[in-house]
């Protein structure tokens, strides 16, 4: 089971950017997705996460300006980001909890670079 992000880049202040993950490999089920990006020399810290239901929960600094949005007959996780500033810069990392065979496991992309520039 693997993790594919993309969407990442570069893009001006204010601008707009769609982060995508999906999901490849032999699931059971989705429980969870969700995005956590790390900035330089700072913790990972929890962006959005959305439950195969729908249930939604952002970082409140941030509540506003994503929409995490889940579609689970592709398998995939997508982060819509508007307004964005210098300080949205991060790799984004695609989390994922799944059900596999007799088990769940966490699972993690291997992350976007978002840059906001001024």
């Known amino acids: 089971v693997q993790l594919q992000a993309s969407g990442g880049g570069l893009v001006q202040a204010g601008g707009s950017l769609r982060l995508s993950c999906v999901v490849s490999?032999?699931?059971?089920?989705?429980?969870?997705m969700g995005w956590y990006r790390q900035a330089p020399g700072k913790q990972r810290e929890l962006v959005a996460t959305?439950?195969?239901?729908?249930?939604?929960n952002y970082l409140h600094s941030l509540k506003g300006r994503l929409t995490i949005s889940i579609d689970n007959t592709k398998k995939a996780v997508y982060l819509q980001m508007s307004s964005l500033n210098v300080e949205d810069t991060a790799v984004y990392y695609c989390?994922?909890?799944?059900?596999?065979?007799?088990?769940?496991?966490?699972?993690w992309g291997q992350g976007a670079q978002v840059t906001v520039s001024s």
């Open positions: 989390n994922a909890h799944l059900g596999v065979t007799f088990s769940s496991q966490i699972y």
């Open positions: 959305i439950t195969r239901g729908g249930s939604t």
């Open positions: 490999g032999r699931i059971t089920t989705i429980n969870s």
